[in-house]
């Protein structure tokens, strides 16, 4: 090989290290953001070339074709992936790289109360920060035919849990998953219920649950606030259910239940009528779900609040009425009570 022709491959050489010096400082630098944080939605089925147009067009300061031929090169082309993503100052291609073919997405959550009925769950769900809200101006009906549930009532039909979701991610879609959830785990409980239980059907178990969540939040006492129900049930006596009238009351109810709200008849009324309400009143989280298909042993037919969130359980009425006025010391007159 001549002196000449060495020079050459020794420039050319030179020229290649200092490009790929040059790439790899490129790769490594933060992107030039027009903001302190950027948003970038990735759909399904985009390609690489158009994702690379998103990324820039989302809010950073580069030419598209650099980025471009940069995922290509980096041989994770084919593993970019669609999705909600947030980049911030200090990131750079390689950091975009990570994220897009990792599915690293920017996730919100939104948490779904025990024991909150459809009115909340609505309300909570059109604050939700980053929820693209395509159920606003529905009425409930049609949010439930869009959720493939049409003449079914709303209410009790969303499990409880908190949910995760990427930017722009649609509303009924997260209500579909809610739904989904509900609808697994009452089948799993009913199909796991007591031989015994007072019911005909799971949705029997989804009314109960809902009342039994309502009528408590402490977990040693549902199965035994169950037991009363179930035994009340079966003996044709009326529910007398507090929280179920209340719900049939709906925005009218000011606080303060009084005497003549139980003597007004309406389907919740549980003083006025016998048997379940005609719709769960609440969302019913998994142990109200289990208690009401696993009821305690027992013969109670009555219980009291203590006042310290627990309640005392009653075989009988005379037991019951001492129990009133024990705990509340409220007399004669509040025999009416559970």
């Keep these: 090989m001549t002196r000449h022709v060495k020079q050459i491959f020794g420039t050319l050489a030179c020229a290649v290290v200092l490009a790929a010096g040059a790439a790899a400082w490129w790769v490594l630098r933060p992107l030039p953001l027009n903001a302190p944080t950027v948003d970038v939605s990735i759909e399904p089925q985009t390609t690489v070339r158009d994702i690379a147009q998103v990324v820039v067009a989302s809010g950073i300061d580069i030419h598209p074709t650099l980025l471009y031929a940069f995922f290509r090169a980096s041989g994770q082309s084919r593993k970019l992936r669609a999705g909600s993503y947030e980049l911030s100052q200090g990131n750079t291609a390689l950091d975009v790289l990570r994220k897009l073919s990792r599915g690293e997405e920017s996730l919100k959550s939104v948490t779904l109360v025990e024991g909150w009925t459809w009115r909340q769950f609505r309300a909570t769900l059109a604050k939700a920060e980053g929820l693209k809200h395509d159920s606003a101006g529905l009425t409930d009906e049609a949010v439930m035919t869009a959720l493939g549930l049409p003449g079914t009532a709303p209410e009790g039909r969303f499990y409880p849990d908190t949910y995760t979701y990427g930017k722009g991610s649609s509303e009924i879609h997260l209500m579909q998953r809610a739904a989904k959830a ?13 031989p015994t239980v007072a019911l005909q059907s799971a949705e029997d178990a989804l009314i ?112 019951h009425n001492a129990a009133v006025n024990r705990y509340q010391r409220l007399g004669p007159a509040a025999t009416q009570a559970k």
């Design 182 to 194: 509900m609808n697994k785990h009452l089948r799993e409980a009913w199909a796991r219920r007591a």
């Design 208 to 319: 109960l649950a809902s009342i039994v969540e309502k009528e408590t939040g402490r977990e040693s006492d549902r199965t035994m606030i169950s037991s009363v129900f179930h035994n009340r049930l079966r003996l044709g006596m009326p529910l007398q259910t507090d929280p179920s009238v209340i719900y049939g009351l709906g925005e009218s109810f000011d606080g303060n239940l009084r005497r003549a709200d139980l003597r007004t008849d309406h389907p919740w009324n549980t003083y006025t009528r016998k048997g379940l309400p005609p719709t769960p009143i609440a969302m019913p989280g998994r142990n109200a779900l289990k208690a009401a298909v696993f009821p305690a042993n027992s013969q109670a037919l009555y219980f009291v609040a203590r006042g310290d969130g627990s309640s005392q359980f009653s075989d009988t009425l005379d037991a």
